[in-house]
């Protein structure tokens, strides 16, 4: 089975751009989950999608934006770009039904800096 | 509030020492508790998963974790470490029913040849 594919793995972008991130999950499952990662603050839950349904969302400002489609492929989207902005942004997938939400597979992540 | 607490930022150790990589945390319910491996440059890996039943859970890599609901931990044992085992492990909280995880702050580990 195919892993969780997150596109593209590096990115540079300007202050006050716009980005989307993909996210393909595994095969059969039907949750993905996003994070910030920074030195900083560690991993951080951004949003949680289900069947095409947003069921969670960590503090973030509403410049974070995701969305799922229906083959359970999801993207988010960071508008207004800020230099903090600057992470790696993970993606994980699961069944995401009861417990089996909990088990959950990451990509690789896309590296965002913002210049 | 749920939160986890990884006490120790970085630990090195001596190929070949044993490992204990301690994890609290803060939960008022039964916990689903996860350890996860982060090498450099990469997702996050599974090594094992503690949801019921027996508190000694056995993971890859020759990882084990205790759950001691009296302490509040699920501290992360090796008995043998190798240099590949060089990397970041974070210990995790599932909220069952909110489909979100807490992450702990990470420990780095460093191993000596």
């Known amino acids: 089975k195919a892993g969780v594919t997150q596109t593209p793995r590096y990115l540079i972008k300007t202050r006050g751009q716009q980005v989307t991130l993909s996210c393909s999950p595994i095969?059969?499952?039907?949750?993905v989950s996003w994070y910030q990662q920074t030195p900083g603050q560690g991993l951080q839950f951004l949003f949680e999608?289900?069947?095409?349904?947003?069921?969670n969302k960590g503090n973030f400002p509403g410049r974070f934006s995701g969305r799922q489609f229906s083959n359970s492929r999801s993207e988010m989207n960071v508008s207004t770009l800020e230099l903090g902005d600057s992470a790696l942004y993970l993606c994980a997938s699961s069944s995401g039904m009861d417990r089996g939400f909990l088990e959950q597979y990451f990509g690789p992540g896309t590296r965002l800096t913002v210049t | 509030a749920q939160s986890v607490t990884q006490p120790d930022i970085h630990i090195t150790v001596s190929e070949g020492a044993s490992l204990e990589l301690r994890c609290n945390y803060s939960?008022?319910?039964?916990?689903?508790l996860f350890w996860y491996v982060q090498s450099p440059g990469q997702g996050l890996q599974l090594l094992l998963k503690?949801?019921?039943?027996?508190?000694l859970v056995q993971g890859i890599k020759g990882f084990e974790a205790e759950f001691k609901r009296s302490q509040s931990s699920f501290n992360l044992r090796k008995p043998s470490v190798h240099w590949s085992d060089a990397a970041e492990y974070f210990c995790a909280v599932g909220i069952s029913g909110t489909y979100k995880y807490i992450f702990g702050t990470g420990t780095r580990l460093k191993v000596l040849a």
């Open positions: 999608y289900f069947s095409e349904t947003q069921r």
């Open positions: 939960y008022g319910a039964t916990p689903y």
């Open positions: 095969s059969g499952h039907r949750s």
């Open positions: 503690y949801f019921s039943g027996d508190t």
